[in-house]
C-alpha cells in the first residue's frame, strides 16, 4: 500500500506556472505506475497526465506541449510541470497510484488546488 500527499498547487495568473509535487511513502515508490488526475466542480474528473514504472509518459491533448510529468524515485515523489497556465486549468488535482499489472488507479492523494485567474 502506498500512501501519497500532494502539494504546490494554489492562485496564479493566466500564463504562469506551478509546478506540483507528489510525496509517496508506505511502499516501493518505483514500481508504481502514476497519474495526475484534475476534476473541476461540474465536470468529470479526467487524467492529466500519467508516467510509467518505466518512464514512459501520456498526456491529455488540452495540456500537451505546457504540462511535464516526471518522478524522481530517490525522492518518492511525482511532479507535474505546468506551464503557459489557462483559467480552464482550474481544478482539484489528485495524484495516483497504480500497482503493477494493475488496470486502474487504486491509491490516491488528497488534492491540491489550483486556480488561475484571467
Known amino acids: 500500500q502506498v500512501q501519497l500527499v500532494e502539494s504546490g498547487g494554489g492562485l496564479v495568473q493566466a500564463g504562469g506556472s506551478l509546478r506540483l509535487s507528489c510525496a509517496a511513502s508506505?511502499?516501493?515508490?518505483?514500481?508504481?505506475?502514476m497519474g495526475w488526475y484534475r476534476q473541476a466542480p461540474g465536470k468529470e474528473r479526467e487524467l492529466v497526465a500519467a508516467i510509467s514504472s518505466g518512464g514512459s509518459t501520456y498526456y491529455a491533448d488540452s495540456v500537451k506541449g505546457r504540462f511535464t510529468i516526471s518522478r524522481d524515485n530517490a525522492k518518492n515523489t511525482l511532479y507535474l510541470q505546468m506551464n503557459s497556465l489557462k483559467p480552464e486549468d482550474t481544478a482539484m488535482y489528485y495524484c495516483?497510484?497504480?500497482?503493477?499489472?494493475?488496470?486502474?488507479?487504486?491509491?490516491w492523494g488528497q488534492g491540491t488546488q489550483v486556480t488561475v485567474s484571467s
Open positions: 495516483a497510484a497504480s500497482r503493477p499489472y494493475s488496470d486502474y488507479y487504486e491509491y
Open positions: 508506505g511502499s516501493i515508490f518505483s514500481i508504481y505506475a
